[in-house]
């Protein structure tokens, strides 16, 4: 299968896309993850203004048949999330780096960005996945 | 880690794009494109589903037709030649050891179509009850089966040189032949739609299961996996074993008292579900829909008022309906359409309303 893995974002292990801006990070799950869960119908948002330690589950993502945790890749506070989600949760599966996006963060330690994984090595990881 | 096993089509289903999951010991496709995609393929036209993972136990011979007639919940005495009828075996405290389709070819040649998680349970529940193994045999690992579901079906069967079994009657079954290969055709599925089920040599999947995408591809037939068959089986509300029914759970309670032929008697199970519906039941299998946002999936519980009155066995999204649903187990005085309880979903308890089933 292929995989879109823009070069310009950084990634987690656990499938979701950071594209840091001046002082905030956009947060999505990458184009494997909604390949992998299919058809996505139902995004659990955090609120506006939610504290977030890096690795810890700020929601959840369901597809049709499986659930999963959607983790924070790095600390800081929501300052936005993306409210086209709840009712077109499908938007991830036809846009996941675009209009895709799940939320925002103010990071409290820039650093935390700077030790994400690049594109390559990202590939890496999901080249030994994808059997 | 036990090793799965895999059906002839692993290759095929691969070749056309399959993603594999586990499901009864086997390694299955869970969907080709899109869950969705196929699902609403099936409403509106056909989808084909490798279903060989499924058994076969055939008996021969009066003895083995008596020792399945002691097993079978319905009267198979009275089932006439060429009819193939749903039913249950049940242990004797009237729980289900499995839920089968039972066909009856001729009076002394009956075969059973059992999940796979359950075949070789089923298998020995057979011999220990049966006087003796003569005549009983298990035909799983040579048979293939396929299941060819939608309005499309019948007209896809002609197409593949079975027009004979297009004309097929709900629940009747013929030996044909489907694209030059031996087969029983059977008017029957596990959609809540017009379809058919194809069993076949196993050696001769391949070549069918091509065969039939290559006719039907022009009417709107798709592979399908798993994902699809389990919401098409769970808008029409029927029980998958292991999540509905168990051993522990009656028949009655499931909803399914109209395939248990308590007059007829005899079955194992029988005098014990005769009991449990005297006595009356506690716990009572109903469909719901969620009013809120949110997905219910097995194992959720039910709650009216912060108590616990149930617990989910089946939920999920229904891409007809566009909302969730579920199947649940709840207590006597919440079971009519309309009554309200709620389900617990990651510790937020959910508004449920109970709905008629079939959900569509």
Redesign the interface.
Known sequence: MDFEIPDELYYTADDEWVHAEDDFVTVGVTDFAQQQL??I??V?LPSVGDQLESDMAFG?I????A?SDLNAPVSGQVIEINEEL?DQPEIINEECYGAGWIIRIKPTDEEEIESLLDADSYRKIISKRDT | MTSLKRTPLYETHRRHGARMIEFGGFELPVQYTSIREEHFAVREAAGLFDTSHMGQIEFEGPDAIAAAGRLFSRNLAALAPGRVQYGLLCNENGGVVDDITCYREREDFAFWCVNAANIEKDHRWILDHAASAEGVRDASAETGLLALQGPASAAILARVGAADAAALRHFRFARTQVANCPAIVSRTGYTGGDGFEIYLDSDNLPQVFEALLGEGGPLGLVPAGLGARDTLRLEAALPLYGHELDEDTSPLAAGLGRFVDLEAGGFIGAEAIARARDAGLSQQLVGFALEERGVARAGCAVTLAGETIGRVTSGGPSPTLGKSIGLAYVSAGVTEPGSGFQVVVRDRALQARVVETPFV
């Open positions: 299919g058809d119908v139902y659990e959840v369901e597809s049709v048949k659930v709840v």
